[in-house]
């Protein structure tokens, strides 16, 4: 089942995986929508994709709020008349020992991390169901497969992203396809949204040491969406070699 022309909206795509997964698909021949909080990131990656020979649009979208996932589904179907599949992929990892009390930054998780995906599933759900046909797929985290110290937040709302790609998996019926993608340790700016000074510092000397391309999940997101319309991936998990 070929990429080419089919509509993927893409949420977190100004940079890392979401950015990958955008320039990738486009060169595959589907037409990206991009969402993101960050509209001059956004606008050079249509650019670089547009100066490829690609198509793409994007919708500053912070995902936080239920309507910018509503108005990035409306600008798909505006643009290109459908809307095929949706990666929710945005998220953030202000992680930190429990004893720290970054309350604030359990919000942020919870807020982007879980109410984010749920939102992204809320606005291409009526779409996919009108049409008898959709894909959506949920970036998840190998932090929520094993479980380390200063993850658990973190780990906790991308496992509740697992539980719910799973669920709705089983109420979806034959039309509709639902996939979670697990990446390790990828080389993106996941660092940047942490607070904790220690744990900041660490945990960017580990991805330096680390970690892989987001161009690994991206072709993970393409394996996924590329197979027959009858064929469910239900689960890749894409970590580095050495990573334990």
Do not use: C
Not at 37 to 43: F, I, N, T, V
Not at 145 to 159: E, H, S, W
């Amino acid at each position: 089942m070929s990429i080419v022309d089919k509509v993927i909206a893409i949420t977190g795509a100004s940079s890392g995986i979401g950015r990958a997964t955008a320039k990738l698909l486009a060169r595959r021949g589907a037409f990206v929508v991009l969402g993101a909080r960050r509209k001059d990131e956004l606008a050079a990656v249509v650019d670089e994709i547009a100066a490829a020979g690609g198509k793409a649009v994007y919708k500053t979208t912070d995902v936080r709020q239920r309507g910018d996932l509503e108005a990035l589904v409306g600008l798909a179907i505006e643009q290109y008349g459908k809307l095929d599949v949706i990666v929710n992929n945005a998220g953030i990892g202000p992680i930190s020992r429990f004893d720290a009390l970054r309350v604030e930054d359990w919000d942020a998780m919870i807020d982007v991390n879980l109410r984010g995906t749920l939102y992204g599933i809320a606005a291409a759900l009526p779409v996919f169901q009108r049409r008898q046909s959709g894909h959506i797929i949920n970036i998840v985290s190998t932090a929520g497969i094993k479980i380390l110290p200063t993850m658990g937040v973190y780990a906790a709302t991308k496992n509740a992203v697992r539980t719910i790609t799973e669920a709705l998996r089983q109420e979806s019926g034959p039309h509709l396809r639902v996939t979670e993608i697990s990446p390790g340790m990828i080389s993106t700016n996941f660092a940047d949204s942490m607070t904790d000074p220690a744990v900041k510092e660490a945990m960017g000397s580990r991805i330096g040491h680390l970690a892989i391309s987001p161009d690994a999940i991206a072709r993970g997101v393409a394996y996924a969406i590329e197979q027959p319309a009858d064929v469910d991936v239900g689960s890749i998990v894409i970590r580095p070699t050495a990573q334990d």
